[in-house]
Protein backbone atom coordinates (compact mmCIF):
# COMPACT_ATOMS: atom_id res chain seq x y z
CA UNK A 1 0.00 0.00 0.00
CA UNK A 2 2.81 2.16 1.10
CA UNK A 3 4.16 1.63 -2.52
CA UNK A 4 1.06 2.69 -4.33
CA UNK A 5 1.12 5.98 -2.00
CA UNK A 6 4.57 6.95 -3.19
CA UNK A 7 4.01 5.86 -7.12
CA UNK A 8 0.94 8.60 -6.85
CA UNK A 9 2.90 11.08 -4.83
CA UNK A 10 5.99 10.76 -7.84
CA UNK A 11 3.83 11.18 -10.44
CA UNK A 12 1.92 14.16 -9.33
CA UNK A 13 5.69 15.69 -8.43
CA UNK A 14 6.53 14.58 -12.25
CA UNK A 15 3.21 16.47 -13.29
CA UNK A 16 3.95 19.11 -11.19
CA UNK A 17 7.89 19.80 -12.42
CA UNK A 18 6.69 19.60 -16.23
CA UNK A 19 3.69 21.06 -16.24
CA UNK A 20 4.53 24.01 -19.03
CA UNK A 21 5.90 21.16 -21.14
CA UNK A 22 1.82 20.27 -21.35
CA UNK A 23 0.14 23.85 -20.64
CA UNK A 24 2.43 25.69 -23.54
CA UNK A 25 1.17 23.17 -25.74
CA UNK A 26 -2.55 23.23 -25.26
CA UNK A 27 -2.21 26.99 -25.31
CA UNK A 28 -0.70 27.20 -28.65
CA UNK A 29 -3.07 24.51 -30.42
CA UNK A 30 -6.18 26.56 -28.70
CA UNK A 31 -4.67 30.08 -29.43
CA UNK A 32 -4.25 28.92 -33.39
CA UNK A 33 -7.54 27.39 -33.62
CA UNK A 34 -9.19 30.51 -32.58
CA UNK A 35 -6.98 32.66 -35.28
CA UNK A 36 -7.80 30.01 -38.11
CA UNK A 37 -11.57 29.98 -37.22
CA UNK A 38 -11.81 33.73 -36.81
CA UNK A 39 -10.23 33.97 -40.58
CA UNK A 40 -12.09 31.20 -42.39
CA UNK A 41 -14.96 33.31 -44.62
CA UNK A 42 -18.03 33.31 -42.88
CA UNK A 43 -20.12 30.41 -44.97
CA UNK A 44 -24.11 30.40 -45.31
CA UNK A 45 -26.60 27.26 -46.09
CA UNK A 46 -29.40 28.41 -47.50
CA UNK A 47 -32.25 25.84 -49.06
CA UNK A 48 -35.66 26.31 -50.41
CA UNK A 49 -38.35 23.43 -50.47
CA UNK A 50 -39.79 22.62 -53.90
CA UNK A 51 -42.89 20.54 -54.01
CA UNK A 52 -43.58 19.36 -57.97
CA UNK A 53 -46.25 20.34 -59.65
CA UNK A 54 -49.88 17.90 -60.07
CA UNK A 55 -52.52 17.16 -61.83
CA UNK A 56 -55.77 15.90 -61.03
CA UNK A 57 -57.17 13.46 -63.61
CA UNK A 58 -60.57 11.88 -63.59
CA UNK A 59 -60.23 7.98 -64.16
CA UNK A 60 -63.32 6.27 -65.99
CA UNK A 61 -64.82 5.28 -63.38
CA UNK A 62 -65.48 9.13 -62.23
CA UNK A 63 -62.79 8.87 -59.00
CA UNK A 64 -60.19 11.69 -58.97
CA UNK A 65 -56.01 10.61 -59.22
CA UNK A 66 -53.65 12.77 -58.51
CA UNK A 67 -50.62 12.64 -60.58
CA UNK A 68 -47.25 14.44 -60.11
CA UNK A 69 -46.22 16.00 -63.24
CA UNK A 70 -42.27 15.05 -62.53
CA UNK A 71 -40.98 12.75 -60.12
CA UNK A 72 -39.01 14.66 -57.26
CA UNK A 73 -35.96 12.58 -57.64
CA UNK A 74 -35.72 13.14 -61.38
CA UNK A 75 -35.72 16.62 -60.31
CA UNK A 76 -33.02 16.66 -57.93
CA UNK A 77 -30.91 14.75 -59.97
CA UNK A 78 -31.25 17.11 -62.95
CA UNK A 79 -30.27 19.81 -60.01
CA UNK A 80 -27.03 17.57 -58.27
CA UNK A 81 -26.09 17.15 -62.15
CA UNK A 82 -25.69 20.75 -62.68
CA UNK A 83 -28.32 20.86 -65.25
CA UNK A 84 -29.21 24.27 -64.29
CA UNK A 85 -25.97 26.30 -63.53
CA UNK A 86 -25.01 27.71 -66.84
CA UNK A 87 -28.71 29.15 -67.04
CA UNK A 88 -28.57 30.57 -63.60
CA UNK A 89 -25.18 31.90 -64.36
CA UNK A 90 -26.48 33.37 -67.32
CA UNK A 91 -29.36 35.16 -65.99
CA UNK A 92 -27.84 36.19 -62.85
CA UNK A 93 -24.32 37.20 -64.72
CA UNK A 94 -22.13 35.35 -62.45
CA UNK A 95 -19.06 33.31 -63.31
CA UNK A 96 -19.77 29.65 -64.13
CA UNK A 97 -16.49 28.47 -62.60
CA UNK A 98 -17.26 30.14 -59.02
CA UNK A 99 -20.80 29.50 -59.42
CA UNK A 100 -21.71 27.78 -55.50
CA UNK A 101 -22.59 23.87 -56.01
CA UNK A 102 -26.38 23.16 -55.61
CA UNK A 103 -27.03 20.30 -53.52
CA UNK A 104 -30.70 18.66 -53.98
CA UNK A 105 -32.38 15.63 -52.39
CA UNK A 106 -35.96 14.24 -52.87
CA UNK A 107 -37.11 13.84 -48.69
CA UNK A 108 -37.58 10.56 -47.38
CA UNK A 109 -41.52 9.54 -48.07
CA UNK A 110 -42.50 12.71 -49.18
CA UNK A 111 -43.00 14.65 -52.49
CA UNK A 112 -40.09 17.13 -51.54
CA UNK A 113 -37.27 18.36 -52.82
CA UNK A 114 -35.09 20.09 -50.69
CA UNK A 115 -31.99 22.17 -52.22
CA UNK A 116 -29.33 23.94 -50.50
CA UNK A 117 -26.00 25.70 -51.08
CA UNK A 118 -23.21 27.22 -49.06
CA UNK A 119 -22.51 30.88 -49.72
CA UNK A 120 -20.64 33.58 -48.03
CA UNK A 121 -23.21 36.53 -49.62
CA UNK A 122 -27.08 34.97 -48.84
CA UNK A 123 -27.92 37.65 -51.40
CA UNK A 124 -26.40 36.06 -54.27
CA UNK A 125 -27.44 32.91 -52.71
CA UNK A 126 -31.25 33.95 -52.52
CA UNK A 127 -30.76 35.02 -56.00
CA UNK A 128 -29.04 31.49 -57.02
CA UNK A 129 -32.25 30.02 -55.72
CA UNK A 130 -35.27 32.23 -56.84
CA UNK A 131 -33.62 31.79 -60.28
CA UNK A 132 -33.73 28.11 -59.95
CA UNK A 133 -37.24 28.12 -58.99
CA UNK A 134 -37.88 30.31 -61.78
CA UNK A 135 -36.50 27.82 -64.27
CA UNK A 136 -37.81 25.08 -62.83
CA UNK A 137 -41.22 26.37 -62.72
CA UNK A 138 -40.91 27.00 -66.72
CA UNK A 139 -40.13 23.45 -67.20
CA UNK A 140 -42.69 22.48 -65.21
CA UNK A 141 -45.37 24.48 -66.95
CA UNK A 142 -44.19 23.17 -69.62
CA UNK A 143 -44.43 19.78 -69.24
CA UNK A 144 -48.32 20.73 -67.60
CA UNK A 145 -49.53 22.41 -71.38
CA UNK A 146 -48.31 19.20 -72.93
CA UNK A 147 -50.63 16.99 -70.09
CA UNK A 148 -53.44 19.58 -71.08
CA UNK A 149 -53.28 18.99 -74.78
CA UNK A 150 -53.35 15.87 -74.57
CA UNK A 151 -56.54 15.42 -72.67
CA UNK A 152 -57.97 18.62 -74.95
CA UNK A 153 -56.78 16.09 -77.65
CA UNK A 154 -58.72 12.99 -75.75
CA UNK A 155 -62.28 15.23 -75.53
CA UNK A 156 -62.15 15.92 -78.44
CA UNK A 157 -61.62 12.45 -80.18
CA UNK A 158 -64.86 11.33 -77.89
CA UNK A 159 -66.62 14.52 -79.55
CA UNK A 160 -66.40 13.49 -82.42
CA UNK A 161 -67.23 9.49 -82.01
CA UNK A 162 -70.72 11.10 -80.56
CA UNK A 163 -72.59 12.00 -83.31
CA UNK A 164 -74.38 14.42 -82.92
CA UNK A 165 -77.90 12.22 -83.73
CA UNK A 166 -76.82 8.80 -82.35
CA UNK A 167 -79.89 8.01 -79.82
CA UNK A 168 -77.27 6.02 -77.77
CA UNK A 169 -75.96 8.69 -76.39
CA UNK A 170 -79.04 11.38 -76.72
CA UNK A 171 -79.83 12.71 -73.32
CA UNK A 172 -83.67 12.65 -72.24
CA UNK A 173 -85.59 15.18 -71.70
CA UNK A 174 -86.19 15.07 -67.52
CA UNK A 175 -89.94 15.46 -68.31
CA UNK A 176 -89.42 11.98 -70.35
CA UNK A 177 -89.75 8.64 -68.62
CA UNK A 178 -88.56 5.07 -69.64
CA UNK A 179 -92.23 4.36 -70.62
CA UNK A 180 -92.10 7.23 -72.94
CA UNK A 181 -89.09 5.85 -74.36
CA UNK A 182 -90.67 2.45 -74.84
CA UNK A 183 -93.49 3.89 -76.68
CA UNK A 184 -91.35 5.90 -79.06
CA UNK A 185 -89.51 2.95 -79.92
Known sequence: MEEKDFELIENINILIKRKWLIIIPTLIIMILAG???????NLWEIDMLIQPGKLFIQTEQGEFKEIVI????????????????????????????GFPRLR???????????????????????LILNSLFDLLKIDL??????????????????????KPGDQRHRQPDRAETASDRRQRK
Open 141 to 162: NKKIEVETKGIDTQIEAKRTAI
Open 104 to 126: AENLKDTKLVRVSLREKDTREAK
Open 35 to 41: IFSFTLP
Open 70 to 97: TDPKQIAGQINEKSYDVQIAAKEKLYIR
